[in-house]
């Protein structure tokens, strides 16, 4: 049971690239959101997927874009990275609210 | 919105030690969460606790939801304990968006 799986784990950007970050779950979960992490910040929540076909913006969304493309994946796009985009990203699903999260062991994104 | 705060920041515990982490909520909650992230940064989920006392092992968390507030306890820690604790509950308004604390970094030395 793989439960949430991110790719990559690691990645180097140069400013101005793009790139999307993958997120599968197979646990049927309705719910999946998108975070970052950083030293001092905790974990701020960058978009999440109530259910299939909706998305919503969390605390800190500039700069992103996401996809739920079916209910097992919601991916992460940034179109135009950026060094301030530097983190660690996790992917989590849940299965309806807030109760019984499931996180995604992330990736460690630099942006150079 | 509700606010988070963890305390203390940092713990250093010898093995064996005991400790208790506290959580307080500026508005009242129905859905506080614990999880601890490991040194290699998975994140798990420790107990849903909106309120009352749950046991898991050494770990144990009481939530006092009237006075806004929650305690995890760790008892007879291990090395395997370290990481950071967070507490989290749910956005006012939007029980799909959680808030969270900045978290205790606990070290527990051999």
């Known amino acids: 049971n793989a439960g949430v799986t991110q790719t990559p784990k690691f990645q180097v950007l140069k400013t101005g690239q793009s790139m999307t970050l993958q997120c599968a779950q197979d646990?049927?979960?309705?719910?999946m959101y998108w975070y970052r992490q950083d030293p001092g910040m905790g974990l701020r929540l960058i978009y999440y997927?109530?259910?299939?076909?909706?998305?919503d913006k969390g605390e800190v969304p500039n700069g992103y874009n996401v996809s739920r493309l079916n209910k097992r994946e919601f991916s992460l796009r940034l179109e135009s990275a950026a060094p301030s985009q530097t983190s660690v990203y996790f992917c989590?699903?849940?299965?309806?609210?807030?109760?019984?999260?499931?996180f995604g062991s992330g990736t460690r994104l630099t942006v150079v | 919105g509700i606010q988070v705060e963890q305390s203390p920041p940092d713990l250093i515990l010898q093995e064996g030690a005991n400790s208790t982490l506290r959580c307080n909520f500026s508005d009242s909650v129905n859905n506080l969460q614990w999880f601890h992230q490991n040194p290699w940064g998975q994140l798990i989920n420790l107990f849903y606790?909106?309120?009352?006392?749950k046991q898991n092992g050494r770990l144990s968390a009481t939530t006092v939801a009237t006075e806004r507030y929650s305690l995890l306890y760790i008892s007879s820690s291990q090395t395997t304990d370290s990481g950071v604790y967070f507490c989290a509950g749910p956005d006012a308004g939007n029980n799909r968006k959680l808030i969270w604390g900045l978290g205790t970094s606990l070290a527990v030395n051999p």
């Open positions: 646990m049927n979960h309705n719910s």
């Open positions: 997927s109530a259910s299939e076909g909706t998305t």
């Open positions: 606790i909106p309120s009352g006392t």
């Open positions: 989590a699903s849940s299965p309806e609210t807030v109760y019984g999260y499931t």
